[in-house]
T-cell receptor, first 112, second 113 residues
Framework: GQQVMQIPQYQHVQEGEDFTTYCNSSTTLSNIQWYKQRPGGHPVFLIQLVKSGEVKKQKRLTFQFGEAKKNSSLHITATQTTDVGTYFC????????????FGTGTQLKVEL | NAGVTQTPKFRILKIGQSMTLQCAQD?????MYWYRQDPGMGLKLIYY???????DKGEVPNGYNVSRSTTEDFPLRLELAAPSQTSVYFC????????????FGSGTQLSVL
């Protein structure tokens, strides 16, 4: 079945450092979504990428979708303590119905 | 709008007991989903529904049942609870499919002892 892996599993950074998480799918995706889950909270939608090679920005966050539509990345510039949480990618396979497959997540901790 | 509401927030079950996790949404969404999240892991799809009266299995359906008699409600039934079902359960909904974001409830933390 479809697998979506994320690396790294954990990342500790000092406030102000940059952070990147990578998402890789075993199959080509029709679209990919990113979610953030704060500690003790529920996943909250951040963004969706649809086009091959697409790049989207939200303030300090930059999202990319690979040319082959099998990988994606989330980059945070100058992390802040409010960025703490787990970031998940979730991909939908072309012709795979209504189901999103979530990645394993990257837990980000930001230290002062 | 309340969004997606899950009850209860916490529950402890003994092995072999049964229970129903409730999920309701007031956004008139067609699609509803049940996920489980184990510590340090991603979310695994248990069951989903594309509309009232229609349900389908996800990745990890064994030990669970669902029903969807109305657009708003999508309860998850655990029969004969087992320790392997200790997890955090999230209900989610979306208006349509594919290119629609998911709205999640606040989750139910379940322990089976």
């Amino acid at each position: 079945g479809q697998q979506v892996m994320q690396i790294p599993q954990y990342q500790h950074v000092q406030e102000g450092e940059d952070f990147t998480t990578y998402c890789n799918s075993s199959t080509t995706l029709s679209n990919i979504q990113w979610y953030k889950q704060r500690p003790g909270g529920h996943p909250v939608f951040l963004i969706q990428l649809v086009k091959s090679g697409e790049v989207k920005k939200q303030k300090r966050l930059t999202f990319q979708f690979g040319e082959a539509k099998k990988n994606s990345s989330l980059h945070i510039t100058a992390t802040q303590t409010t960025d703490v949480g787990t970031y998940f990618c979730a991909g939908q396979v072309t012709g795979g119905g209504n189901k999103l497959t979530f990645g394993t997540g990257t837990q980000l901790k930001v230290e002062l | 709008n309340a969004g997606v509401t899950q009850t209860p927030k916490f529950r402890i079950l003994k092995i072999g007991q049964s229970m129903t996790l409730q999920c309701a949404q007031d956004m008139n969404h067609n699609y509803m989903y049940w996920y489980r999240q184990d510590p340090g892991m991603g979310l695994k799809l248990i069951y989903y529904s594309v509309g009232a009266g229609i349900t389908d299995k996800g990745e990890v359906p064994n030990g669970y049942n669902v029903s969807r008699s109305t657009t708003e409600d999508f309860p998850l039934r655990l029969e004969l609870a087992a320790p392997s079902q200790t997890s955090v359960y999230f209900c989610a909904s979306s208006y349509f499919t594919g290119y629609e974001k998911l709205f999640f409830g606040s989750g139910t933390q379940l322990s089976v002892l």
